[in-house]
């Protein structure tokens, strides 16, 4: 291996002799790549960013550490706070990371026009990340979410979403019934499905009705 791996480093730069090192990845093969929820979660924030032309705004995200999202918007000139219990070192311009408990130090009302919510209110008041616990956390939390936004300010939420189920302290999946109570107060303007419908490592668009069939035990659709 190493004899054929010295031919890719021939000539490699022009300024110095190219250093090569070997990757032992074992045996395994890949099938295919995974498609996970991020992919739609994150295809979706993309597509109602363009819709509501959300640049030059004031724009609150929850449970950033490790997202994408805060560097899309700040590439788009808006001012971004970022909120997780998990510290996050991230340095962008117009980036601002604080590392709280939002049901333990909540944020002044009324200052901004876009929250966001990347399936992170399923986690709250559960303790899996260290925050405090809480049973109705994430109801508790999405109230202080609606008071942040300005008057007719935009909420953009992901969630897991099925058979109601606590799956103790990773997340929450929420039905109908407890998602209406999480977004009481809101005027849904749009919503989604995308579920592991054949294959738990492979998500794809589906009904309402469809994410029903999911096993709690082993994964959940979002909306």
Request: aromatic share 10%; charged share 25%.
């Amino acid at each position: 291996m190493r004899r054929l791996a010295k031919e890719f480093v021939k000539n490699y730069s022009s300024k110095k002799r190219a250093e090569l090192y070997l990757w032992h990845r074992g045996q395994q093969g890949i099938d295919s790549a995974p498609v996970t929820d991020r992919h739609f979660e994150y295809a979706f924030m993309v597509e109602q960013i363009a819709k509501f032309n959300i640049k030059n705004k004031r724009v609150l995200d929850i449970g950033s550490s490790g997202s994408v999202l805060p560097l899309i918007f700040s590439n788009l000139g808006n001012s971004v706070t970022c909120i997780d219990v998990i510290p996050w070192p991230i340095s962008a311009k117009g980036v601002e990371v604080l590392v709280r408990d939002i049901l333990v130090n909540p944020l002044p009302g009324g200052n901004f026009d876009v929250v966001t919510c990347l399936s992170t209110i399923e986690h709250v008041g559960l303790g899996r990340y260290g925050d405090s616990l809480d049973r109705e956390g994430d109801i508790k939390a999405i109230k202080i979410l609606r008071s942040a936004l300005k008057p007719k300010g935009l909420l953009l939420l992901t969630t897991a979403f099925g058979r109601p189920a606590v799956v103790f302290p990773k997340h929450r999946i929420y039905d109908r019934g407890r998602f209406r109570l999480l977004t009481k107060g809101f005027r849904v303007i749009e919503e989604r499905f995308f579920g592991p419908m054949d294959s738990l490592m492979v998500y794809k668009p589906c009904s309402e009705k469809q994410t029903y069939q999911i096993d709690p035990r082993k994964g959940y659709a979002i909306i």
